[in-house]
C-alpha cells in the first residue's frame, strides 16, 4: 500500500488551513467593521465558493492559472513555475474551497465580542494590536478553532477542485480522495475502502482531539469562576 496520497493530503490540508486560517481571520475582522452595504457585496464575494460546486471552483481557477492564462503563464515566464497540475496547485484549490469555512465562523465570533472590553484596553493605552492578539482572539477562540477544524477536515477531503487543477498522477499529485476515486473507477474495491477507513480515522482523530480540548477549556473556566 502506497502511502504518498495519505502524506500529500495532510501535506496539503495543512498547509492550505494554515493559509486561510490567517486570511479568513484577516478578512473576517475587516468585513465585520464596514459599512452595511460594503459588508454585503463582501460577503457574498467570499463565500461564494462555499455554494459553488467544487468542479466549478476548478474550472475557474483554471481559467486564472492554466499555463494559458494571465497569471499562470506570467509565473510561468517569470519564474519557470507551473501553477497546475502539481502537488502544490491543491492548495490553491483547497485554499479556496475551504475559505469561507473559516471567515464565516470567525466573522460570527468577532460579531458576538464584546467591543467594551476592547475599549477596556485601548483606554489603557493598549495598542490594537495588543488588543486584538490578547483579548479579542481569546474571547473568540473557540469560534475560531471551531473554523479552523471544519477548514482541515473539509480541506482533507477535497475532490473536486483539487482534481481539476491538479489532476491525479501516482506518487505526485494524489490524493486519498483523487486515490479512492482511481480505484473505485478501476474496481479495485478493497484498496478503496482501506483508503476510506483511513480518512475516517483521521477525521475523528482529530475531531476527538478539539473535543477534548474544549472540555479542557471549560474545565479551566470553572475552576477560575
Known amino acids: 500500500m502506497d502511502w504518498y496520497p495519505l502524506y500529500n493530503s495532510v501535506r496539503i490540508a495543512l498547509i492550505s488551513t494554515v493559509i486561510i486560517f490567517f486570511a479568513g481571520i484577516a478578512a ?30 476548478g474550472y475557474l481557477l483554471l481559467r486564472v ?19 497546475t497540475m502539481t502537488w502544490y496547485s491543491a492548495i490553491f484549490a483547497t485554499a479556496v474551497v475551504i475559505f469561507p469555512l473559516m471567515y464565516r465562523t470567525a466573522r460570527g465570533a468577532f460579531e ?10 485601548r483606554t489603557l493605552g493598549r495598542s490594537n494590536a495588543w488588543v486584538f492578539w490578547r483579548v479579542r482572539m481569546p474571547c473568540c477562540r473557540q469560534g475560531i478553532l471551531a473554523g479552523t477544524v471544519l477548514a482541515f477536515a473539509r480541506a482533507l ?3 473536486g477542485a483539487t482534481s481539476m487543477v491538479a489532476g491525479y498522477t501516482p ?27 483511513v480518512n475516517l480515522a483521521i477525521s ?8 477534548l480540548l474544549e472540555k479542557r477549556e471549560r ?7
Open 204 to 211: 475523528a482523530v482529530v475531531l476527538l482531539a478539539v473535543n
Open 112 to 121: 458576538s465580542f464584546d467591543e467594551n472590553l476592547a475599549d477596556a484596553g
Open 171 to 197: 506518487g505526485r499529485t494524489a490524493t486519498i480522495s483523487t486515490t479512492v476515486y482511481q480505484l473505485w473507477r478501476t474496481n479495485d474495491d478493497a484498496l478503496a475502502f482501506k483508503w476510506v477507513v
Open 157 to 159: 477531503g477535497e475532490y
Open 65 to 83: 492559472l492554466g499555463p494559458r492564462r494571465a497569471v499562470g503563464a506570467w509565473v510561468l515566464a517569470h519564474w519557470g513555475v507551473k501553477l
Open 219 to 225: 474545565g479551566v473556566r470553572k475552576a477560575w469562576h
Open 28 to 57: 473576517a475582522y475587516y468585513v465585520a467593521r464596514l459599512p452595511r452595504t460594503v459588508k454585503g457585496v463582501l460577503d457574498a464575494v467570499f463565500t461564494l465558493p462555499l455554494v459553488l460546486p467544487p468542479t466549478v471552483v
